[in-house]
């Protein structure tokens, strides 16, 4: 066939596209919701899956904080692979990949099955996310349009985070496996309808990709994450063997980002970092997410195991901060044009700072209210300061770097989500497993389990019975709050110093 012969099927087959294109948005942003929600969804499911597979501390926290970890550092190399041979052929094989992990950690026998099923989640869903946008843009020509599709991809990739606990918790109530097996068959719709709906992206299989820049990235946050945890938990390793791989991870994302910064087509654009305003977002993209996940995660176990709330409770007890974190991310819209960027964010990340004070106050005995409307004030806070971070990466680069920018958003959303648990779950084992002292009437070995973690300790606790379980359950409960409170003030410093800088950082006239 001839380009002129085949110029009218180029031709019709954009226009279905376009006919198409809010079709293709509905489908784009519900495989963005499957993404987001698995890194949250787990949550509520931590004592059910506990009480089933019985992980030590450290391959609880691998199992919840893999796939952020492997989705992260894989975001950029895919969109770029995309790039290069399709982007729809990557969706779709994606689609195939998140299917069969999710049917494989639905049914995982050991810690260390589900934590490889779950890396397997990762790699699939950082093969569909850097499409979801870069289709938007292909799809959507008019710009008013691109907009409003843009904004609406936005809010479901804030959300999703946001609602994965609920929906973990309306799952569990069923069975554990239940949050990874309600993946099949939405996938089993999304893929005809991909496979009929998304268009065929133009191929650049000419530019060159660096497959050590990849590596790189991969293997240095991961050796990063590695090294945090057995640090804090030092379960497979001694002390000085967990610096030396945190240390190794350093030195690898400092190669990395060095190479990239002399490569003629980096798979990170590290020059965008020089602007201020930029780095600022990023940094408030990152702490966001990382406050936000992280704190979800000690705050679903907190309502569980030291209230005794079921999943299912646990769950609409956290409704208030999804519905704030959907408000916030609407209301921010109408709030940056009026005070600018600067306001917007440092005061987002003042109020969740602000609504986890309180918590700092609180012991084993319920605060209902006083939940909620904390629980509101981070929801709400957390997304209006997304937002306008967003805003504020998106504003300081030219056009031309647009793909670049939005795919380092990307990689900090999904990096804060994965060091937002593993830092502040090391942290809190750390805090919990010294407070935790012998109980009269349980084994030695017995309490070493119980200092894992909260959820094993309440695992021992039934096993153990009468009063000698009673009394471990409720000395673990004390030791998990003491270890909250810590993880509450290194989170209120973080946030505190991250909306310090970024009130001192950026300009007044930023996107007013």
Same mark, same amino acid.
């Given at each position: 066939?001839?380009?002129?012969?085949?110029?009218?099927?180029?031709?019709?087959?954009?226009?279905?596209?376009?006919?198409?294109?809010?079709?293709?948005?509905?489908?784009?942003?519900?495989?963005?919701?499957?993404?987001?929600?698995?890194?949250?969804?787990?949550?509520?499911?931590?004592?059910?899956?506990?009480?089933?597979?019985?992980?030590?501390?450290?391959?609880?926290?691998?199992?919840?904080?893999?796939?952020?970890?492997?989705?992260?550092?894989?975001?950029?190399?895919?969109?770029?692979?995309?790039?290069?041979?399709?982007?729809?052929?990557?969706?779709?094989?994606?689609?195939?990949?998140?299917?069969?992990?999710?049917?494989?950690?639905?049914?995982?026998?050991?810690?260390?099955?589900?934590?490889?099923?779950?890396?397997?989640?990762?790699?699939?869903?950082?093969?569909?996310?850097?499409?979801?946008?870069?289709?938007?843009?292909?799809?959507?020509?008019?710009?008013?349009?691109?907009?409003?599709?843009?904004?609406?991809?936005?809010?479901?990739?804030?959300?999703?985070?946001?609602?994965?606990?609920?929906?973990?918790?309306?799952?569990?109530?069923?069975?554990?496996?239940?949050?990874?097996?309600?993946?099949?068959?939405?996938?089993?719709?999304?893929?005809?309808?991909?496979?009929?709906?998304?268009?065929?992206?133009?191929?650049?299989?000419?530019?060159?990709?660096?497959?050590?820049?990849?590596?790189?990235?991969?293997?240095?946050?991961?050796?990063?994450?590695?090294?945090?945890?057995?640090?804090?938990?030092?379960?497979?390793?001694?002390?000085?063997?967990?610096?030396?791989?945190?240390?190794?991870?350093?030195?690898?994302?400092?190669?990395?980002?060095?190479?990239?910064?002399?490569?003629?087509?980096?798979?990170?654009?590290?020059?965008?970092?020089?602007?201020?305003?930029?780095?600022?977002?990023?940094?408030?993209?990152?702490?966001?997410?990382?406050?936000?996940?992280?704190?979800?995660?000690?705050?679903?176990?907190?309502?569980?195991?030291?209230?005794?709330? &079921?999943?299912?409770? #646990? +769950?609409?007890?956290?409704?208030?901060?999804?519905? *704030? $974190?959907?408000?916030?991310? /609407?209301? %921010? !819209?109408?709030?940056?044009?009026?005070?600018?960027?600067?306001?917007?964010?440092?005061?987002?990340?003042?109020?969740?700072?602000?609504?986890?004070?309180?918590?700092?106050?609180?012991?084993?005995?319920?605060?209902?209210?006083?939940?909620?409307?904390?629980?509101?004030?981070?929801?709400?806070?957390?997304?209006?300061?997304?937002?306008?971070?967003?805003?504020?990466?998106?504003?300081?680069?030219?056009?031309?770097?647009?793909?670049?920018?939005?795919?380092?958003?990307?990689?900090?959303?999904?990096?804060?989500?994965?060091?937002?648990?593993?830092?502040?779950?090391?942290?809190?084992?750390?805090?919990?497993?010294?407070?935790?002292?012998?109980?009269?009437?349980?084994?030695?070995?017995?309490?070493?389990?119980?200092?894992? &973690?909260?959820?094993? #300790? +309440?695992?021992?606790?039934?096993?153990?019975?009468? *009063? $000698?379980?009673?009394?471990? /359950?409720? %000395? !673990?409960?004390?030791?998990?709050?003491?270890?909250?409170?810590?993880?509450?003030?290194?989170?209120?410093?973080?946030?505190?110093?991250?909306?310090?800088?970024?009130?001192?950082?950026?300009?007044?006239?930023?996107?007013?």
């Amino acid at each position: 066939m001839t380009v002129t012969q085949a110029a009218p099927l180029v031709r019709r087959a954009v226009q279905e596209h376009r006919d198409n294109r809010w079709s293709i948005l509905v489908l784009l942003c519900l495989s963005l919701l499957l993404i987001t929600v698995d890194a949250t969804v787990l949550h509520i499911a931590v004592p059910a899956l506990t009480a089933a597979l019985e992980p030590s501390a450290v391959q609880l926290l691998w199992i919840i904080d893999v796939y952020s970890l492997v989705v992260a550092p894989l975001l950029i190399m895919f969109g770029s692979l995309g790039d290069r041979y399709g982007r729809k052929r990557l969706v779709l094989s994606g689609f195939v990949l998140f299917g069969l992990a999710s049917a494989g950690a639905a049914f995982a026998p050991t810690p260390l099955t589900l934590i490889l099923a779950r890396a397997l989640l990762g790699v699939g869903g950082a093969m569909i996310m850097p499409a979801t946008l870069s289709l938007i843009r292909q799809v959507f020509t008019d710009r008013r349009e691109r907009a409003i599709a843009l904004g609406v991809w936005s809010a479901v990739a804030a959300a999703g985070a946001a609602i994965g606990p609920l929906i973990g918790g309306v799952l569990v109530h069923v069975w554990w496996g239940a949050v990874f097996l309600i993946n099949v068959p939405i996938l089993a719709g999304l893929i005809p309808a991909a496979a009929r709906l998304l268009p065929e992206s133009p191929r650049r299989a000419g530019e060159p990709w660096d497959g050590l820049s990849a590596g790189l990235s991969v293997v240095g946050i991961l050796a990063l994450a590695f090294g945090l945890k057995e640090a804090g938990a030092g379960s497979l390793m001694p002390l000085w063997a967990s610096i030396a791989v945190f240390l190794a991870g350093v030195g690898l994302l400092v190669w990395f980002v060095k190479r990239q910064s002399r490569l003629a087509t980096p798979l990170l654009e590290v020059g965008l970092f020089r602007d201020r305003a930029f780095t600022t977002g990023v940094a408030g993209v990152l702490l966001g997410v990382f406050a936000l996940v992280g704190l979800q995660l000690m705050l679903a176990q907190y309502l569980q195991l030291v209230l005794g709330d &079921s999943p299912l409770h #646990a +769950a609409l007890r956290m409704l208030p901060l999804v519905l *704030s $974190a959907i408000s916030g991310g /609407l209301a %921010a !819209a109408h709030i940056l044009p009026r005070i600018g960027m600067r306001a917007t964010m440092s005061g987002g990340l003042g109020l969740v700072a602000l609504s986890l004070t309180p918590t700092l106050s609180w012991g084993v005995e319920g605060h209902p209210v006083m939940l909620a409307v904390c629980f509101v004030g981070i929801g709400f806070g957390v997304q209006v300061a997304l937002l306008a971070a967003s805003d504020t990466i998106m504003s300081s680069v030219p056009e031309s770097h647009a793909g670049g920018a939005a795919a380092i958003e990307e990689t900090a959303y999904e990096l804060g989500a994965g060091l937002g648990v593993a830092v502040l779950g090391t942290i809190t084992s750390l805090v919990y497993a010294p407070a935790l002292h012998t109980v009269p009437g349980v084994s030695g070995g017995e309490m070493d389990k119980a200092r894992q &973690s909260l959820a094993g #300790a +309440a695992h021992v606790a039934d096993q153990v019975g009468g *009063s $000698a379980g009673g009394a471990l /359950l409720d %000395a !673990a409960r004390w030791a998990f709050v003491n270890a909250l409170h810590t993880t509450v003030v290194v989170s209120v410093v973080l946030l505190s110093l991250t909306a310090t800088a970024v009130a001192l950082l950026l300009r007044r006239d930023r996107g007013v």
